[in-house]
């Protein structure tokens, strides 16, 4: 069992930064997809970004590629997602999850996305509002 706590959504203008961490209960090595979510109301859940604990890859969903930027902790239990340039439509709940990858090859980006179904365990969310 892991658990992802959140922190630090909020409301702000367009073009502003909030910092979003999450905290994991503890590691688990082949939990190795650590990453962030999103959905919107009315909307699927999308992945935003993800880092690969066993060589620190990276992905960023196109959306948010350039503004967003995601790393980890040296102990892989605390996750962080750099938000700049913040856009209305990023307004959406954020969550954080960890995963062991595709059944495949266990890979966290497969088909050229993430998918919510390689993602094994689920923080409750954080609310992320941009006005404009």
């Known amino acids: 069992q892991v658990q992802l706590v959140e922190s630090g959504g909020g409301s702000v203008q367009s073009g502003g930064s909030l910092r979003l961490s999450c905290a994991a209960s503890?590691?688990?090595?082949?939990?190795?997809?650590m990453g962030w979510f999103r959905q919107a109301p009315g909307k699927e859940r999308e992945g935003v970004a993800v880092i690969d604990d066993y060589d620190g890859t990276t992905y960023y969903d196109d959306s948010v590629k350039g503004r967003f930027t995601i790393s980890q902790d040296n102990t892989m239990t605390t996750l962080t997602l750099e938000m700049n340039s913040l856009k209305p439509e990023d307004t959406a709940m954020y969550y954080c999850?960890?995963?062991?990858?595709?059944?495949?090859?266990?890979?966290?980006?497969?088909?050229?996305?993430?998918?919510?179904?390689?993602?094994?365990?689920w923080g409750q969310g954080t609310q992320v509002t941009v006005s404009s």
């Open positions: 999850a960890v995963g062991g990858g595709g059944q495949v090859y266990g890979s966290c980006v497969w088909s050229g996305g993430m998918y919510p179904a390689d993602f094994s365990y």
């Open positions: 503890r590691h688990i090595n082949n939990l190795h997809c």
